[in-house]
């Protein structure tokens, strides 16, 4: 019988992608199994990720679009800006929120059984990934009827979608790894995705906001990846060169930084949790 040896991290060092490899079932089978604990025993079922983003819309619609008159550009229906806008956001935000509790609510698993503790983490993404793509699916149905037409910029929604994932990903290893040290990061994660949703350019576009401002928008990475979901959904403006090309360095480097932080912390996971 081949002998396993575990040896604990070096300072500094990245997760093995082998390991990460060979637990890949692992991480289907997390992945799977939240999607089943989502919508067991609930009377709407799946509905509910068409039904929550779309009232969501609906509510910045008559907020944005009726109250505060603000519209979106080319005239493009406000229904269908918001909730492209709001594509992106829902499944940051979600594989953020759900990442960062994973491992205290796994405790026991987390505590006795060894394994990639990462893909524990990782895994919360599956659910959030699914409920992105129903909403895709939601999306072309809004543009046929409102009458959008995409331009060929849409080939790259999978390259911005891996974008928000990597972002999303790094950021929620980095909030779950200290979670398990600082349970007070439980508190201050729904808070910054809360100041986030409306920091952001979801319910408005970013020429509403004041030349004065202007600079607080344009570093923030979700302004630069909410502007290219439209440019390919809705056939927009394409977004400055430099946008495009940060838009994939920094979600990388955070992903990055996030699995060291992860991975320095993971020794005393054990110990802590």
């Not at 067991?40 to 509510?59: E, H, K, M, S, Y």
């Not at 600082?182 to 808070?191: E, G, K, N, S, T």
């Not at 809705?234 to 955070?254: C, D, K, R």
């Amino acid at each position: 019988m081949a002998r396993i040896v575990i040896t604990p991290p070096g300072r500094f060092s990245f997760p093995k992608i082998s390991h990460l490899w060979e637990g890949r079932e692992v991480l289907y089978r997390f992945g799977a199994r939240d999607v089943t604990l989502r919508y067991r025993q609930t009377l709407l079922g799946v509905v509910w990720v068409i039904l929550q983003p779309l009232l969501t819309a609906l509510v910045f619609t008559l907020v944005f679009n009726r109250v505060a008159n603000l519209h979106a550009p080319k005239g493009v229906p406000y229904l269908v800006f918001v909730f492209t806008g709001l594509l992106a956001w829902n499944l940051f935000s979600d594989m953020i929120g759900r990442a960062s509790g994973s491992l205290v609510s796994n405790r026991d698993l987390v505590s006795k059984v060894f394994f990639p503790r990462m893909l524990v983490p990782l895994a919360t993404g599956y659910s959030s990934l699914v409920d992105y793509g129903v909403s895709v699916v939601f999306l072309a149905i809004l543009m046929i009827i409102f009458g959008v037409a995409p331009g060929l910029a849409l080939v790259l929604i999978p390259v911005w979608t891996l974008m928000v994932v990597l972002l999303a990903s790094g950021a929620g290893l980095a909030a779950a790894s200290l979670q398990v040290r600082y349970r007070d990061v439980a508190y201050v994660i729904p808070f910054a995705l809360m100041f986030l949703l409306y920091a952001s350019p979801i319910a408005y576009s970013s020429t509403a906001v004041p030349s004065k401002y202007q600079i607080f928008y344009d570093i923030n990475p979700l302004t630069w990846l909410l502007a290219e979901f439209r440019w390919s959904f809705l056939n927009e403006a394409a977004p400055p060169a430099w946008q495009i090309v940060l838009s994939i360095v920094v979600p990388v480097t955070v992903f990055a930084v996030g699995a060291l932080i992860f991975e320095q912390l993971e020794r005393s996971f054990a110990d802590l949790i």
